[in-house]
Nanobody, 128 residues
């Protein structure tokens, strides 16, 4: 059974930093694209970042470029989201996700519905 567990969320002041790990289990994810999305009440889930299986390619939402960094450690089946210079508008539940390989071309999916497995989410609250 696939399980993905996020952690590291919490309350932080504007300008601060947080690092969110997501531990995956139930299969080997080394050839999966991994991603992060976030959601606030009443809004659709939105893409934040994605990383290829090798870690050599990444993609970010424009709103987080230069402040957030996605990385992965395949031996640990873990993906990370490093968030710096946090703003109140970054307050949300953050979810990690995994996308199964779908052919020879690696697609860094930027739509949440392109991912196959999800964690339960971790709350990030940024105070002003």
């Amino acid at each position: 059974q696939v399980q993905m567990v996020e952690s590291g969320g919490g309350l932080v002041q504007a300008g601060g930093s947080l690092r969110l790990p997501c531990a995956a289990s139930g299969r080997t994810f080394s050839n999966y694209v991994m991603g992060w999305s976030r959601q606030t009440p009443g809004k659709e889930r939105e893409f934040v970042a994605a990383i290829s299986w090798s870690g050599g390619r990444t993609s970010y939402a424009d709103s987080v470029k230069g402040r957030f960094t996605i990385s992965r450690h395949n031996a640990k089946n873990t993906v990370y989201l490093e968030m710096n210079s946090l703003k109140p508008e970054n307050t949300a539940v953050y979810y990690c996700a995994a996308r199964r390989p779908k052919g020879a071309i690696v697609v860094l999916a930027t739509l949440p519905n392109e991912y196959d497995y999800w964690g339960q989410g971790t709350q990030v609250t940024v105070s002003s």
